[in-house]
């Protein structure tokens, strides 16, 4: 059995650009890119934090440090300057694969500089 499972996240992003009249897309800073595992035209599910939508697309390379965050064509109904943003990416693994698998958790401040990264979620307590 197979199972789909969170590959990599990018954390608390901020929307540096929305564009209308652009190839459908996210432009990522291709560090970012490198360092969450996110590879050139993968598929990637944003989750706005800031008005709620959630939508898919396939990720782009844009200047390594630059901080861009670029949601692009159709997606840019979806996202504004400044929005506040879950990017993710799953994989599919084998149940036996499960145990081994720890998912690259990037965590990002306003000017999407990485803050910290992780490998696991701290337990939610009541």
Do not use: W
């Not at 954390?11 to 996210?26: F, I, M, P």
């Amino acid at each position: 059995m197979q199972l789909n499972m969170l590959k990599c996240k990018l954390h608390q992003a901020r929307v540096t650009h929305a564009e209308l009249d652009y190839d459908g897309s996210c432009a990522i800073d291709a560090r970012l890119l490198e360092l969450s595992g996110i590879q050139e035209f993968e598929q990637i599910q944003i989750y706005n934090i800031t008005n709620g939508e959630r939508f898919t697309t396939y990720a782009i390379v844009a200047e390594p440090g630059s901080g861009i965050i670029s949601v692009n064509g159709a997606a840019a109904h979806k996202a504004r300057v400044g929005d506040r943003v879950i990017i993710c990416a799953y994989a599919n693994f084998e149940a036996a694969e499960i145990k081994l698998h720890k998912p690259r958790l990037v965590y990002l401040d306003a000017s999407n500089r990485v803050v910290r990264s992780a490998n696991t979620i701290a337990v939610q307590a009541a």
